[in-house]
């Protein structure tokens, strides 16, 4: 939480110049500026981590999960490219500078860091999509935790009743290639209502879906049929929110 408050004051500092009026980035590229997109560039700040979380009167046990097989980054990085394929010319990042992307996954530097790829360019793109884990206050939506980051499961008890929550949230940075400005910044959503909604559900609350029937310590202890459901489910996030949020937001028409 800390790492995502110092990086919501670097993207303030770096969108000063923007306009005087702006306390914080646009959430969507205009249409104006989208017509001057023609070159983009594509960085994707993630791994294949997530979290396996479970959160009691007493207890706040969170842990580290790497589905490398999974290929969490990979699905990512390949649905924003597809989609903004078919209306831009892409331009690969200098050589090297994909693993300093990988490694920049939750730090609180990823549009600094990504500007000065950016700057030692010798071709310059007119726009940069960064995609990395994103942050969302949850509110007070029932038995969910006070915020989610990046890609997770979260188990609750209420009453002695189970809760668990999945959620995918990704945030995206739309980066002026030429001037080294933040064009734009979102959160991404999937098809719900008028405006979209961040992504998550329950796999398991009372009377609705029971996917997780019970929560063991680790992830590894679930059975299979378990496992399968929860990759089906951030696959299922992932593909719905990617392309769009990208439409959503102005990056595609």
């Given amino acids: 939480m800390i790492a995502k408050l110092s990086r919501a004051l670097w ?28 070159t983009v560039a594509l960085a994707v700040a993630l791994n294949d981590q997530w979290r396996w979380e479970d959160h009691n009167f007493l207890i706040f046990d969170k842990k580290t999960v790497t589905s490398t097989d999974w290929r969490l980054a990979d699905r ?20 090297g500078s994909e693993r300093q992307v990988a490694a920049m996954t939750a730090t609180s530097e ?41 890609l997770g499961i979260h188990h609750t008890t209420y009453l ?5 929550l999945i959620y995918s949230v990704l945030d995206f940075d739309i980066i002026d290639g030429k001037t080294s400005t933040l064009m734009a910044s979102f959160t ?15 796999l398991t609350e009372p009377g609705g879906r029971k996917i997780v029937s019970d929560w063991t310590d680790r ?12 990759r089906a489910s951030f696959y299922e996030f992932i593909d719905a929110s990617v392309p769009f949020t990208l439409r959503k937001r102005g990056v595609l028409r």
Wanted: proline share 11%.
């Fill in 11 to 38: 993207v303030l500092a770096l969108t000063m110049g923007l306009a005087a009026c702006h306390t914080r980035p646009p959430a969507a590229v205009t249409p104006e500026q989208r017509a001057k997109i023609k």
């Fill in 219 to 230: 992830f590894e202890e679930q059975p299979e049929s378990v496992r399968a459901a929860i």
């Fill in 188 to 202: 991404s959503v999937i098809p719900s209502d008028k405006d979209g909604r961040v992504p998550f559900s329950f």
């Fill in 76 to 95: 990512v990085r390949n649905l924003a490219r597809t989609a903004l394929a078919k209306q831009y010319t892409l331009v690969p990042l200098p050589a």
């Fill in 110 to 150: 990823e549009v600094p860091k990504m500007i000065d790829i950016v700057n030692r360019m010798a071709f310059r793109p007119d726009a940069v999509v960064l995609i990395s884990p994103g942050f969302h206050h949850f509110g007070q939506v029932r038995n969910g935790p006070p915020y989610i980051s990046g």
């Fill in 160 to 164: 002695f009743q189970d809760y668990v």
